[in-house]
Nanobody, 122 residues
Framework: VQLPASGGGLVQTGGSLRLSCATS????????IVWFRQAPGKEREEVAC????????YYLGDAKGRFTISRDDAKDTAYLHMNSLKPEDTAVYYCGAERWGCGLNWTRVDFWGQGTLVTVSS
């Protein structure tokens, strides 16, 4: 099972980034896809989830209105578009898969991969 997040980098406050998660090794269509993050010295937190059947999307915290999660089942790939980035968005971002839908708690994720670092400068 592989869920490597990519697309992170250094961006200025107010900037945008698109993260990608090109997965393999499991039935992508059967899982909700989650993006969660871990900032230095903080607990992991889920930021967005997209359901497996109707692609319904959920956003947590201040990701609402700034982040957009999407999935391409033909490519087994998920994305997270992030706009209006703030220094407090600085974190390692991970992509995960959740079998039973969007539980909106990263601890329910069944598996996840290597994260990608997003750094937002002020």
């Amino acid at each position: 099972v592989q869920l490597p997040a990519s697309g992170g980098g250094l961006v200025q406050t107010g900037g945008s980034l698109r993260l990608s998660c090109a997965t393999s090794g499991f039935a992508f269509d059967d899982y909700a896809i989650v993006w969660f993050r871990q900032a230095p010295g903080k607990e992991r937190e889920e930021v967005a989830c997209i359901a497996r059947t109707d692609a319904r999307t959920y956003y947590l915290g201040d990701a609402k209105g700034r982040f957009t999660i999407s999935r391409d089942d033909a490519k087994d790939t998920a994305y997270l578009h992030m706009n209006s980035l703030k220094p407090e968005d600085t974190a390692v971002y991970y992509c995960g898969a959740e079998r039973w839908g969007c539980g909106l708690n990263w601890t329910r994720v069944d598996f996840w991969g290597q994260g990608t670092l997003v750094t937002v400068s002020s």
